[in-house]
């Protein structure tokens, strides 16, 4: 119960609760303010939040690439082929991470400008059950954010407690002016740096990776109030032929506002799904050399782990995007089974020209470029074997193994 007084989005409100679309991306804006890229606060909280705004960002979004690449660069000599490659695999996903946070952060007013459509959207819900899809909807949605956000923390902390165990720290990232071999405060800082870099990764990424699928979750409930709405369009009988008219333009007006808020959030998909279709190809086949090539039983374990992670980060959105589609196309179904027939040619000509643009299904692009869809999620897996085969037949991995100054006879 006090978990439910806590986050009540995270359960589903009965249906005669009023609808709030805006709720399914409660927490996770929560957290967007958390990453320091909102507008501050007014008053005394104006200052309080540039400096965390500074201190996260600083530490975590623009100085963590370059620490991490200087350290593999220090320590390259030391480092064994299992470590570098899964060294390897974070840094490229860091590097992904900041240019991510960069794009949400300069498009970041958008997602207020979607609530507020969702808010128009939920004026429209007049029935106990549609008022329940969307309820639904919202708890499905920050019960996923929440789960994201717990895998990732887990993960880090794990890492950050066996590091500490091993007397090393996690990465071994550069910071000017510490070794952390020097001593046992050194040590301690250099580890804390880290964790704290990585604590606000994880935070910038679950936001990253979530924000999509909380809105496309949204507004496919959306979708589905608004199908059962087609579907009943012309079939009171009590109704005269220009209430009906009126109902259908109605229909017509609502489907403009689902269009505006995928156009609303739009560029910031094609930004932040681009950049990391871009690197889940690479990042996956170093992983993939890394366990079948290199890696221990314990260092497998984790590289798989990693691997599911990474999948995560695009896999769900792609999916929902193709269910996404399908919802569209059940859009002109369902108005061509409302009773259409029997009404008058100005009727029949409106309803005509909606019925061919719902025909055009909703689809996100990334970067302009192609379509987000399952099929292009795995187009971009497929490309980690490429990688994997070509190191394989350039025998790298020989190389790798085979220690410096002995030569093959």
């Known amino acids: 119960m006090s978990l439910r007084r806590i986050f009540p989005s995270m359960y589903t409100l009965p249906d005669t609760a009023p609808a709030q679309s805006r709720n399914a991306t409660l927490?996770?804006?929560?957290?967007?303010?958390?990453?320091?890229?909102?507008?501050?606060?007014?008053?005394?909280?104006?200052?309080?939040?540039i400096l965390w705004s500074l201190a996260l960002n600083l530490c975590s979004t623009f100085y963590q690439p370059i620490g991490f690449m200087t350290g593999y660069i220090s320590h390259l000599a030391e480092l064994s082929p299992s470590e570098f490659?899964?060294?390897?695999?974070?840094?490229?996903n860091v590097c992904s991470c900041s240019i991510k946070v960069m794009i949400m952060w300069m498009l970041v007013k958008r997602f207020d400008q979607a609530n507020?459509?969702?808010?128009?959207?939920?004026?429209r819900l007049l029935h106990p059950c549609e008022r329940s899809n969307v309820h639904r909807a919202v708890s499905i949605s920050n019960r996923i954010f929440f789960s994201y956000i717990s895998v990732y923390f887990i993960t880090v902390t794990s890492t950050f407690l066996s590091s500490v165990i091993v007397g090393v720290p996690?990465?071994?990232n550069y910071y000017p002016g510490l070794d952390w071999r020097a001593g046992q405060f050194e040590f301690w800082l250099q580890s804390s740096l880290e964790y704290f870099s990585l604590l606000a990764a994880c935070l910038q990424n679950?936001?990253?990776?979530?924000?999509?699928?909380?809105?496309?979750l949204i507004l496919r409930a959306q979708l589905a109030n608004f199908k059962e709405r087609l579907r009943n369009l012309g079939q009171d009988t009590d109704e005269t032929p220009e209430q009906r008219y009126e109902k259908l333009v109605e229909c017509i007006q609502d489907h403009k506002v689902m269009l505006r808020c995928c156009d609303t959030l739009r560029p910031v998909i094609s930004g932040t799904i681009f950049v990391q279709l871009l690197v889940v190809g690479l990042v996956l086949g170093f992983t993939l050399i890394n366990i079948?090539?290199?890696?221990?039983?314990?260092?497998?374990?984790?590289?798989?782990?990693?691997?599911?992670?990474?999948?995560?980060?695009?896999?769900p959105f792609c999916i929902l995007c193709n269910y996404l589609a399908d919802d569209?196309?059940?859009?002109?179904?369902?108005?061509?089974?409302?009773?259409w027939i029997y009404q008058d040619q100005r009727y029949k000509k409106a309803l005509l020209q909606f019925l061919q643009r719902l025909q055009k299904p909703i689809v996100f692009m990334a970067g302009n470029f192609f379509s987000i869809s399952v099929a292009t999620n795995l187009n971009a897996t497929k490309f980690s074997f490429s990688v994997f085969t070509l190191i394989k037949q350039m025998n790298i991995a020989e190389k790798f193994a085979r220690p410096s100054g002995v030569e093959k006879n």
């Open 292 to 315: 079948v090539l290199f890696a221990n039983f314990g260092s497998r374990i984790a590289a798989l782990t990693f691997l599911t992670a990474v999948l995560l980060e695009t896999t």
């Open 27 to 49: 927490y996770l804006l929560r957290c967007v303010f958390l990453m320091g890229i909102r507008t501050p606060p007014k008053g005394c909280l104006f200052f309080v939040y």
């Open 328 to 339: 569209c196309l059940k859009l002109a179904d369902a108005l061509f089974e409302s009773n």
């Open 206 to 216: 679950g936001c990253m990776d979530c924000y999509p699928i909380n809105y496309v």
């Open 170 to 172: 996690m990465f071994q």
């Open 85 to 92: 490659l899964a060294s390897l695999q974070v840094a490229f």
């Open 116 to 123: 507020l459509i969702l808010d128009e959207m939920d004026r």
